[in-house]
């Protein structure tokens, strides 16, 4: 390896030519956490449910969701998939663009870290408001609808953006499988450089992923301020009661997604 | 004769909380339920709003005759929109404002246009003192005016009967007298009430009728004079002697 | 489609045998990042206003990129930085062929895990009441003592859940450390997976072997759970 001088000057220089490519990196991200917000609100619905099949069946897909390494997760849809359809339907999946498999990971993970994440704020909702709604004329589902899912959308609000960005930032593994994305143009722009300006490169990713990052916590910040209508006032009282809000959710911060 | 109840039971577990619990009230009546704690008397409360569903009994309300233990979404409907519940800790939708509090009943429980449930929401506020805090959120609100608000959506859906659950025992000292006033000004003006509480001295001024209940049956009732001043039952007298004052003597509080 | 079962029973025990690199290059990561990741916390919560920001900026910086970067990075960057400072030193050392990719690997990974460590100590710091101070200095304990006889322990117990997160999500996270050619689970088993095409198999297997070890790790912080939070009394049956 020469010992060329590291070049601030590049940094910024890459950075236009990467940008073009957010884009895809933004596709996958916002496609995953939509499809995977669904699957959430199954899931997390599952879970609440007293049926013990499907709260066996919603708290297995959890636990092994979170036992699997991102990557292996990847890397078995992105080459098992392809051979599981070709052989079940005849399916040839080869023409499948890559993104779709990288969506279909990260909607599974998603998915499973989210639910937890939505059936907790479900929960940190005080059964007393149900009973108040139902008390004063509300069928059960508008009780649910009306009264109880809006808070709890609140309080899931800041857990939603810690698995946002969490999301986001796996999303970078989408370049392993050759997705041409940010991280995916920066490979090609340090192999036209025959390896050289590995640094700067992949200095100017991480600015990149680095700004997103606090733009996303800025834009859930403001979200919840304009949301909570002195809600969280009460929420605050009512967590400072031990027990009310799992003990995760008190740190503010999802270190599980 | 407006509401018969007949052989009310519930268990938790193996625990018996209500064993046969009977009552009945008439319009304008104003019921208080006393007992110590763990008595069963929230659970009775509860029960007949269906916010826990009893083993066995049957409610008979305004004609209509249900099963407590196996009454249909129906059912459980119709007596919710002719009852109405003050809950001990308010519940008040912490997302809604005072006026949105009020008004969700009638325009989404009832079908009503909004325009007229913000005219009978309005009615309600001022009726309980707080038309002024119409806008504020329940955390914007003292305990007291929460409370008010609490009955202010009760009253607002001009039901058949109030059910008050221990509606002061949340608040403090310095408090309780603002919602205690209201509820005896209802009270004066004809509403129907049940009230499970601890405030003795609202039993004896406003209750048309007392029921002393503990360890899940009535053990006795009659007008709040009898009960106060010449109670028949041990356990009766035991618990008066205790939550009254230390200088009480039977009748003291009629003097 | 037929699994080739053979083939996948012959190369689970190859990738089980990447399970040691895989735990200790976790464990190691623990550990160093541990001392750092208590300072950072503190730091945070009773630093000057300079160190406040340094240490959220550090903190905001790790959390808010994508850890294939920072492998990408490092693994460019340590080994130039390492071979000036050797030649600065004038010892004739070839840097690039005598520092095993294990060892970057750990600098990697305490580098994060400092991180996120450092935020689950600060939560856990914040949830412990101010009276216990104020009670410990009432009897007489200085400050540093009644940090470590009681606000250390108790929220020790209430990080542990969070340490638990940290330390899976480190074993799942090690999984890319064969960008840095490192022979741990997901390196062998991505070898045999190109070897034979028998890609299924292969990452099924690799799965499999992520299973086992998150969850004897996570067993394992559920013990630690009981005994150490036995003074929450009516918490644990």
Redesign the interface.
């Given at each position: 390896?020469d010992?060329r001088a590291f070049d601030p000057a590049m940094i910024v220089a890459v950075i236009p030519d990467l940008l073009r490519f957010l884009d895809v990196t933004l596709l996958v991200a916002i496609t995953s956490i939509v499809l995977g917000s669904l699957g959430g609100i199954a899931l997390a619905w599952m879970k609440l449910s007293k049926k013990r099949v499907l709260f066996a069946i919603a708290e297995a897909y959890i636990y092994?969701m979170?036992?699997?390494?991102?990557?292996?997760?990847l890397?078995?849809v992105f080459?098992?998939l392809p051979?599981?359809l070709?052989?079940?339907f005849g399916f040839n999946a080869n023409t499948v663009h890559r993104a779709v498999f990288a969506i279909l990971t990260f909607t599974l993970l998603f998915s499973a870290y989210i639910s937890e994440v939505f059936r907790a704020a479900y929960l940190a909702v005080?059964k007393?408001?149900y009973?108040?709604?139902?008390?004063?004329?509300?069928?059960?589902w508008?009780a649910v609808f009306?009264?109880v899912l809006?808070?709890a959308a609140?309080i899931a609000l800041p857990n939603f953006g810690n698995a946002t960005?969490n999301l986001m930032?796996?999303?970078?593994?989408a370049y392993?499988i050759g997705l041409i994305d940010l991280?995916g143009q920066g490979s090609l722009i340090i192999a036209q450089n025959f390896g050289a300006y590995?640094?700067e490169t992949?200095?100017a990713?991480?600015l990149i992923?680095?700004i997103l990052?606090?733009l996303i916590e800025q834009a859930f910040a403001r979200l919840e301020r304009r949301l909570d209508?002195?809600?969280s006032?009460?929420?605050r009282?009512a967590a400072k009661k031990p027990g009310f809000l799992p003990?995760?959710m008190?740190?503010?911060?999802a270190?599980?997604a | 004769m407006l509401m018969q109840i007949r052989g009310v039971r519930k268990s938790f577990g193996d625990h018996e909380v209500l064993r046969d619990v009977n009552m009945e009230l008439d319009r304008g009546d104003v019921i208080t339920i006393l007992g110590p704690s763990g008595s069963g008397k929230t659970t009775f409360l509860r029960c007949l709003n269906f916010l826990e569903q009893a083993d066995g009994g049957t409610m008979e309300l305004a004609g209509d005759k249900i099963n407590l233990a196996s009454a249909s979404k129906k059912e459980i409907a119709s007596v919710r929109k002719k009852t109405a519940f003050v809950f001990q800790n308010y519940n008040l939708f912490a997302n809604k404002t005072a006026l949105e509090n009020v008004t969700l009943g009638l325009t989404a429980g009832r079908g009503m246009d909004k325009a007229k449930a913000e005219e009978i929401g309005r009615k309600a506020l001022e009726k309980v003192g707080l038309l002024e805090r119409a806008g504020y959120y329940p955390a914007q609100l003292s305990g007291g005016q929460q409370q008010r608000v609490g009955i202010a959506r009760a009253v607002a859906a001009a039901p058949d009967v109030i059910l008050f659950d221990e509606p002061t025992s949340a608040l403090d000292p310095e408090l309780v007298g603002e919602v205690l006033a209201v509820m005896k000004q209802l009270a004066e003006e004809g509403v129907t009430m049940i009230v499970v509480t601890h405030e003795m001295k609202f039993a004896r001024d406003v209750a048309t009728h007392v029921i002393f209940m503990a360890d899940g049956v009535v053990v006795e009732e009659g007008s709040s004079e009898e009960i106060f001043t010449r109670p028949k039952e041990e356990r009766t007298k035991r618990f008066l002697k205790r939550v009254l004052p230390e200088d009480y003597e039977e009748g003291a509080l009629f003097i | 489609m037929e699994l080739d079962y053979e083939f996948m029973q012959k190369t689970f025990f190859e990738v089980w045998q990447g399970a040691g690199v895989t735990l200790s290059l976790t464990a190691l990561s623990l550990l160093i990042a541990t001392a750092p990741a208590f300072y950072l916390a503190v730091l945070r919560l009773r630093g000057s206003t300079a160190s406040r920001s340094i240490a959220r900026l550090y903190v905001s910086f790790v959390r808010g990129t994508p850890i294939i970067l920072q492998i990408l990075l490092l693994y460019s960057l340590l080994p130039s930085i390492l071979n000036v400072l050797v030649k600065a030193a004038g010892l004739d050392f070839n840097i690039f062929e005598s520092v095993s990719p294990f060892w970057y690997a750990v600098v990697v990974f305490s580098l994060n895990t400092t991180a996120l460590l450092a935020e689950v100590f600060r939560s856990a710091l914040l949830a412990i009441p101010k009276g216990q101070l104020e009670a410990g200095l009432s009897i007489g304990l200085s400050e540093l003592t009644t940090y470590v006889r009681v606000i250390i322990p108790q929220a020790l117990v209430v990080a542990l859940p969070n340490i638990c997160n940290v330390t899976v999500n480190l074993i799942k996270g090690t999984s890319l450390a064969f960008l840095m050619t490192v022979k741990d689970v997901m390196a062998i088993g991505k070898v045999s997976a190109s070897y034979g095409y028998n890609y299924i198999e292969a990452y099924v297997d690799v799965f499999v072997v992520y299973l086992v070890l998150c969850s004897i790790v996570q067993v394992l912080y559920r013990f630690a759970e009981l005994r150490l939070g036995a003074f929450r009394g009516n918490d644990w049956n």
């Open positions: 390896m010992t092994i979170r036992c699997t390494p991102s990557i292996v997760l890397f078995i080459y098992g051979e599981l070709f052989s079940f005080p007393g408001q009973e108040a709604a139902v008390s004063i004329g509300l069928s059960p508008q009306r009264v809006p808070q609140v960005i930032k796996e999303g970078a593994l392993t991280i590995g640094i992949y200095t990713c991480m992923y680095w990052t606090l209508k002195g809600q006032f009460a929420v009282d003990n995760w008190k740190g503010g911060e270190h599980g | - | -």
